[in-house]
Protein backbone atom coordinates (compact mmCIF):
# COMPACT_ATOMS: atom_id res chain seq x y z
CA UNK A 1 0.00 0.00 0.00
CA UNK A 2 2.95 2.17 0.77
CA UNK A 3 4.57 1.82 -2.41
CA UNK A 4 1.72 2.50 -4.65
CA UNK A 5 1.05 5.85 -2.79
CA UNK A 6 4.33 6.69 -3.25
CA UNK A 7 3.70 5.79 -7.10
CA UNK A 8 1.03 8.32 -7.17
CA UNK A 9 2.79 10.79 -5.83
CA UNK A 10 5.55 10.73 -7.97
CA UNK A 11 2.83 10.54 -10.82
CA UNK A 12 1.49 14.00 -9.28
CA UNK A 13 4.92 15.50 -9.31
CA UNK A 14 5.45 14.74 -12.90
CA UNK A 15 2.24 16.68 -14.48
CA UNK A 16 3.98 20.39 -15.45
CA UNK A 17 1.94 23.72 -13.41
CA UNK A 18 1.13 25.17 -16.32
CA UNK A 19 -0.26 23.40 -19.56
CA UNK A 20 2.47 24.79 -22.42
CA UNK A 21 -0.58 26.22 -24.52
CA UNK A 22 -1.53 28.74 -21.42
CA UNK A 23 2.24 29.49 -21.27
CA UNK A 24 2.41 30.69 -25.20
CA UNK A 25 -1.41 32.95 -24.35
CA UNK A 26 0.39 33.99 -20.93
CA UNK A 27 3.21 35.02 -23.34
CA UNK A 28 1.68 36.90 -26.48
CA UNK A 29 -0.49 38.87 -23.48
CA UNK A 30 3.21 39.80 -22.15
CA UNK A 31 4.19 41.82 -24.98
CA UNK A 32 3.85 45.32 -25.81
CA UNK A 33 1.53 46.50 -27.88
CA UNK A 34 3.36 48.67 -30.02
CA UNK A 35 0.62 48.83 -32.87
CA UNK A 36 -1.85 50.93 -31.09
CA UNK A 37 -5.09 51.76 -33.14
CA UNK A 38 -4.80 55.25 -33.01
CA UNK A 39 -2.13 58.01 -32.96
CA UNK A 40 -3.51 60.23 -29.82
CA UNK A 41 -4.12 59.05 -26.54
CA UNK A 42 -7.75 58.42 -26.18
CA UNK A 43 -8.24 58.71 -29.63
CA UNK A 44 -9.69 55.48 -30.28
CA UNK A 45 -9.75 55.88 -33.98
CA UNK A 46 -6.58 56.96 -36.46
CA UNK A 47 -7.14 60.83 -36.43
CA UNK A 48 -6.42 62.58 -39.76
CA UNK A 49 -6.76 59.90 -41.92
CA UNK A 50 -8.39 60.02 -45.00
CA UNK A 51 -12.57 60.06 -44.90
CA UNK A 52 -14.42 57.59 -47.13
CA UNK A 53 -16.78 60.77 -47.71
CA UNK A 54 -17.34 64.12 -46.34
CA UNK A 55 -18.19 64.01 -42.39
CA UNK A 56 -21.92 65.01 -41.80
CA UNK A 57 -21.97 69.04 -40.49
CA UNK A 58 -21.68 69.88 -37.08
CA UNK A 59 -21.44 73.68 -36.86
CA UNK A 60 -25.03 75.27 -35.45
CA UNK A 61 -26.08 77.09 -38.02
CA UNK A 62 -27.57 80.78 -36.79
CA UNK A 63 -31.40 80.67 -35.68
CA UNK A 64 -33.36 82.16 -38.64
CA UNK A 65 -34.83 86.02 -37.95
CA UNK A 66 -38.25 86.48 -37.23
CA UNK A 67 -40.29 84.17 -34.56
CA UNK A 68 -42.42 82.29 -36.47
CA UNK A 69 -40.48 79.27 -37.82
CA UNK A 70 -41.69 77.26 -40.66
CA UNK A 71 -40.40 73.86 -40.59
CA UNK A 72 -40.98 70.52 -43.13
CA UNK A 73 -39.94 67.36 -42.74
CA UNK A 74 -40.32 64.73 -44.82
CA UNK A 75 -39.82 61.09 -43.91
CA UNK A 76 -38.67 58.14 -46.20
CA UNK A 77 -36.59 55.52 -46.32
CA UNK A 78 -32.57 56.03 -47.87
CA UNK A 79 -29.37 53.95 -48.08
CA UNK A 80 -26.67 56.12 -45.17
CA UNK A 81 -23.20 55.52 -44.64
CA UNK A 82 -22.72 54.65 -41.08
CA UNK A 83 -18.71 53.51 -41.50
CA UNK A 84 -16.37 53.45 -44.12
CA UNK A 85 -17.36 51.01 -46.68
CA UNK A 86 -20.71 49.89 -44.23
CA UNK A 87 -23.97 51.08 -46.05
CA UNK A 88 -26.93 50.82 -43.81
CA UNK A 89 -31.02 50.82 -44.71
CA UNK A 90 -32.35 53.56 -42.61
CA UNK A 91 -35.41 55.27 -41.77
CA UNK A 92 -34.98 59.04 -41.78
CA UNK A 93 -36.46 62.63 -41.83
CA UNK A 94 -35.09 64.02 -44.97
CA UNK A 95 -33.20 61.70 -46.15
CA UNK A 96 -30.49 61.68 -43.51
CA UNK A 97 -29.45 60.22 -39.87
CA UNK A 98 -29.63 62.39 -37.78
CA UNK A 99 -32.18 64.43 -39.50
CA UNK A 100 -31.64 68.13 -40.03
CA UNK A 101 -30.57 70.18 -37.07
CA UNK A 102 -33.31 72.35 -36.46
CA UNK A 103 -32.43 76.43 -34.17
CA UNK A 104 -34.53 78.65 -32.66
CA UNK A 105 -35.31 80.54 -29.86
CA UNK A 106 -37.53 80.67 -26.47
CA UNK A 107 -41.03 82.21 -27.09
CA UNK A 108 -40.59 81.37 -30.67
CA UNK A 109 -43.51 79.81 -32.46
CA UNK A 110 -42.72 76.47 -34.86
CA UNK A 111 -45.40 75.97 -37.71
CA UNK A 112 -44.31 72.14 -38.17
CA UNK A 113 -45.34 70.26 -40.96
CA UNK A 114 -45.05 66.74 -41.44
CA UNK A 115 -44.91 64.16 -44.78
CA UNK A 116 -44.60 60.35 -45.11
CA UNK A 117 -43.07 59.22 -48.15
CA UNK A 118 -42.47 56.36 -46.60
CA UNK A 119 -44.25 52.60 -47.01
CA UNK A 120 -45.43 52.52 -43.18
CA UNK A 121 -46.72 54.69 -41.04
CA UNK A 122 -44.39 56.89 -38.73
CA UNK A 123 -44.50 59.73 -36.28
CA UNK A 124 -42.98 62.38 -34.61
CA UNK A 125 -42.51 63.78 -31.43
CA UNK A 126 -40.45 66.65 -30.01
CA UNK A 127 -39.58 66.75 -26.65
CA UNK A 128 -39.14 70.33 -26.75
CA UNK A 129 -42.83 71.00 -27.24
CA UNK A 130 -45.71 71.46 -24.49
CA UNK A 131 -48.75 69.89 -26.28
CA UNK A 132 -50.88 66.87 -26.04
CA UNK A 133 -49.18 63.74 -27.68
CA UNK A 134 -52.75 61.76 -27.93
CA UNK A 135 -53.45 64.95 -30.81
CA UNK A 136 -50.40 65.47 -32.40
CA UNK A 137 -48.07 62.79 -32.24
CA UNK A 138 -50.56 60.27 -33.50
CA UNK A 139 -48.92 57.70 -36.17
CA UNK A 140 -49.04 58.83 -40.11
CA UNK A 141 -50.35 56.62 -42.79
CA UNK A 142 -48.11 57.08 -46.06
CA UNK A 143 -48.59 59.40 -48.45
CA UNK A 144 -50.15 61.70 -45.41
CA UNK A 145 -49.19 64.65 -44.08
CA UNK A 146 -49.91 66.24 -40.72
CA UNK A 147 -49.32 70.25 -39.55
CA UNK A 148 -49.88 71.90 -36.11
CA UNK A 149 -48.01 74.42 -33.96
CA UNK A 150 -46.13 75.06 -30.62
CA UNK A 151 -44.19 77.37 -29.04
CA UNK A 152 -40.57 76.45 -27.64
CA UNK A 153 -41.02 77.73 -24.44
CA UNK A 154 -38.28 76.41 -22.54
CA UNK A 155 -34.51 76.70 -23.64
CA UNK A 156 -32.01 73.96 -24.82
CA UNK A 157 -30.59 71.12 -26.13
CA UNK A 158 -33.71 68.19 -27.00
CA UNK A 159 -34.10 65.25 -28.98
CA UNK A 160 -37.23 64.64 -31.58
CA UNK A 161 -38.15 61.40 -32.99
CA UNK A 162 -40.40 59.08 -34.46
CA UNK A 163 -42.85 57.52 -31.86
CA UNK A 164 -44.15 54.90 -33.30
CA UNK A 165 -44.08 51.82 -31.98
CA UNK A 166 -41.75 49.60 -31.22
CA UNK A 167 -40.46 53.19 -30.95
CA UNK A 168 -36.93 51.28 -30.35
CA UNK A 169 -36.96 50.18 -33.89
CA UNK A 170 -37.83 52.98 -35.27
CA UNK A 171 -35.10 55.20 -33.79
CA UNK A 172 -32.35 52.59 -34.02
CA UNK A 173 -33.06 52.94 -38.05
CA UNK A 174 -32.10 56.83 -37.74
CA UNK A 175 -35.42 58.56 -37.09
CA UNK A 176 -34.08 61.29 -34.67
CA UNK A 177 -32.14 64.39 -34.72
CA UNK A 178 -31.86 67.55 -32.95
CA UNK A 179 -33.93 71.09 -31.72
CA UNK A 180 -31.74 73.78 -30.53
CA UNK A 181 -33.65 76.39 -28.44
CA UNK A 182 -31.80 80.04 -27.38
CA UNK A 183 -32.08 81.25 -24.18
CA UNK A 184 -34.20 84.56 -24.62
CA UNK A 185 -31.16 86.39 -22.89
CA UNK A 186 -28.27 85.28 -25.67
CA UNK A 187 -25.70 82.87 -24.15
CA UNK A 188 -21.79 84.38 -24.76
CA UNK A 189 -20.47 84.21 -28.46
CA UNK A 190 -18.73 80.98 -28.70
CA UNK A 191 -18.27 78.67 -31.63
CA UNK A 192 -21.22 76.38 -31.74
CA UNK A 193 -21.30 72.25 -32.87
CA UNK A 194 -24.53 69.85 -32.61
CA UNK A 195 -23.30 66.57 -31.78
CA UNK A 196 -26.39 63.53 -31.55
CA UNK A 197 -25.42 59.85 -30.04
CA UNK A 198 -26.95 57.46 -31.09
CA UNK A 199 -26.34 53.18 -32.06
CA UNK A 200 -26.88 50.79 -35.08
CA UNK A 201 -27.39 47.04 -34.61
CA UNK A 202 -26.91 45.04 -37.46
CA UNK A 203 -27.79 41.93 -38.48
CA UNK A 204 -27.18 38.90 -41.02
CA UNK A 205 -29.52 39.80 -43.77
CA UNK A 206 -28.64 42.79 -46.16
CA UNK A 207 -31.73 44.43 -48.49
CA UNK A 208 -31.72 43.76 -51.88
CA UNK A 209 -29.08 46.89 -52.45
CA UNK A 210 -26.80 45.35 -50.22
CA UNK A 211 -27.00 47.15 -47.29
CA UNK A 212 -27.37 46.60 -43.65
CA UNK A 213 -30.77 46.20 -41.87
CA UNK A 214 -31.57 46.30 -38.21
CA UNK A 215 -31.15 42.69 -35.98
CA UNK A 216 -33.67 43.40 -32.96
CA UNK A 217 -32.18 40.91 -31.05
CA UNK A 218 -29.08 42.71 -30.77
CA UNK A 219 -30.98 45.90 -29.78
CA UNK A 220 -33.07 44.31 -27.35
CA UNK A 221 -29.66 42.88 -25.56
CA UNK A 222 -27.83 46.47 -25.84
CA UNK A 223 -25.14 44.97 -28.35
CA UNK A 224 -24.49 47.90 -30.96
CA UNK A 225 -22.15 47.38 -33.41
CA UNK A 226 -21.39 51.03 -33.94
CA UNK A 227 -22.17 53.97 -31.66
CA UNK A 228 -21.78 57.13 -33.21
CA UNK A 229 -21.99 61.23 -33.15
CA UNK A 230 -23.82 62.76 -36.30
CA UNK A 231 -24.72 59.15 -37.59
CA UNK A 232 -21.21 57.79 -38.40
CA UNK A 233 -18.58 55.98 -36.96
CA UNK A 234 -15.09 58.11 -35.98
CA UNK A 235 -16.19 60.77 -38.71
CA UNK A 236 -14.63 63.91 -36.54
CA UNK A 237 -11.37 61.83 -35.74
CA UNK A 238 -10.52 61.43 -39.59
CA UNK A 239 -11.64 64.83 -39.91
CA UNK A 240 -11.32 67.26 -36.49
CA UNK A 241 -13.65 70.12 -36.12
CA UNK A 242 -11.34 72.63 -36.92
CA UNK A 243 -10.91 75.03 -33.57
CA UNK A 244 -8.92 78.23 -32.21
CA UNK A 245 -6.78 77.43 -28.91
CA UNK A 246 -8.13 79.63 -26.10
CA UNK A 247 -11.95 80.67 -27.46
CA UNK A 248 -14.97 79.28 -26.01
CA UNK A 249 -16.81 76.44 -27.45
CA UNK A 250 -19.89 75.31 -26.81
CA UNK A 251 -21.04 71.50 -28.01
CA UNK A 252 -24.89 70.81 -28.07
CA UNK A 253 -25.01 66.95 -26.99
CA UNK A 254 -28.09 65.19 -28.12
CA UNK A 255 -28.59 61.31 -26.57
CA UNK A 256 -30.77 59.60 -29.34
CA UNK A 257 -29.92 56.15 -27.95
CA UNK A 258 -31.89 54.14 -28.13
CA UNK A 259 -30.22 52.60 -25.10
CA UNK A 260 -26.71 53.80 -24.43
CA UNK A 261 -25.77 56.69 -21.74
CA UNK A 262 -23.26 59.10 -22.95
CA UNK A 263 -20.43 60.04 -20.62
CA UNK A 264 -19.14 62.76 -22.63
CA UNK A 265 -16.04 64.11 -22.33
CA UNK A 266 -12.89 66.16 -23.63
CA UNK A 267 -9.55 64.99 -23.38
CA UNK A 268 -6.98 67.69 -22.38
CA UNK A 269 -10.23 69.87 -21.13
CA UNK A 270 -12.02 70.84 -18.24
CA UNK A 271 -15.84 71.83 -18.94
CA UNK A 272 -16.52 75.61 -17.49
CA UNK A 273 -19.87 75.27 -17.17
CA UNK A 274 -22.27 72.15 -18.56
CA UNK A 275 -26.55 72.88 -18.88
CA UNK A 276 -28.24 69.66 -18.49
CA UNK A 277 -31.04 69.45 -20.97
CA UNK A 278 -30.11 73.20 -21.62
CA UNK A 279 -31.24 74.42 -18.54
CA UNK A 280 -29.57 78.32 -17.87
CA UNK A 281 -29.87 78.01 -13.75
CA UNK A 282 -28.31 75.73 -11.73
CA UNK A 283 -25.25 75.42 -14.25
CA UNK A 284 -22.26 72.78 -13.34
CA UNK A 285 -18.69 74.41 -13.68
CA UNK A 286 -15.56 72.49 -13.14
CA UNK A 287 -16.05 69.44 -14.59
CA UNK A 288 -14.67 66.65 -16.34
CA UNK A 289 -16.97 63.94 -17.61
CA UNK A 290 -21.45 64.25 -17.43
CA UNK A 291 -23.78 61.78 -18.24
CA UNK A 292 -26.23 62.47 -20.35
CA UNK A 293 -29.27 60.07 -20.67
CA UNK A 294 -30.90 58.12 -23.43
CA UNK A 295 -33.68 60.75 -24.62
CA UNK A 296 -31.82 63.80 -22.85
CA UNK A 297 -29.77 66.68 -24.05
CA UNK A 298 -26.82 68.93 -22.74
CA UNK A 299 -24.76 71.58 -23.12
CA UNK A 300 -21.00 72.06 -22.71
CA UNK A 301 -18.64 75.00 -22.64
CA UNK A 302 -15.16 74.43 -23.04
CA UNK A 303 -11.70 76.57 -23.78
CA UNK A 304 -9.03 74.31 -24.85
CA UNK A 305 -5.80 75.74 -23.30
CA UNK A 306 -3.22 75.33 -26.55
CA UNK A 307 -2.86 74.18 -30.59
CA UNK A 308 -3.45 70.46 -30.22
CA UNK A 309 -5.82 67.68 -30.93
CA UNK A 310 -8.29 67.41 -28.39
CA UNK A 311 -10.39 64.05 -28.45
CA UNK A 312 -13.95 63.85 -27.61
CA UNK A 313 -15.64 61.06 -26.35
CA UNK A 314 -18.12 58.65 -24.59
CA UNK A 315 -16.40 57.57 -21.35
CA UNK A 316 -18.01 54.46 -21.53
CA UNK A 317 -15.15 53.25 -23.94
CA UNK A 318 -16.30 50.21 -25.41
CA UNK A 319 -18.86 52.49 -26.94
CA UNK A 320 -16.14 55.12 -27.96
CA UNK A 321 -13.88 52.05 -29.18
CA UNK A 322 -17.44 51.12 -31.61
CA UNK A 323 -17.15 54.76 -32.84
CA UNK A 324 -18.41 57.16 -30.44
CA UNK A 325 -14.95 59.33 -30.92
CA UNK A 326 -14.09 62.71 -32.56
CA UNK A 327 -11.74 65.18 -32.40
CA UNK A 328 -11.33 69.04 -32.12
CA UNK A 329 -8.17 70.53 -33.95
CA UNK A 330 -7.18 73.66 -32.05
CA UNK A 331 -5.17 76.23 -33.97
Not at 9 to 36: F, L, M
Not at 47 to 52: H, K
Not at 190 to 216: C, H, I, N, P
Not at 253 to 260: D, E, F, Q, S
Amino acid sequence: MLSFLMLAAACRSAVPAKPAADQAVQSVAQQPDTNPPANVSHGEAPVGSVADSAPVEARLAPAERGRLHHIRLEMRHATITIAPGQRYAAWTFDGRVPGPTLHVRQGDTVDFTLVNHANIPHSMDFHAAEIAPSKYYVNLMPGDSLHYRFVARVPGAFMYHCGTAPVAMHIANGMYGALVVDPATPRPKAREFVLVQSEFYLGGDKDSAGAGTLDWNRLLSLSPDHVVFNGRASQYATSPLEVASGELLRLYLVNAGPNRISSFHVVGGIFERVFQDGSPTGALSGVQTVNVPVGGGAIFEVRLAEPGDYPFVTHAFADATKGAVGVLRAR
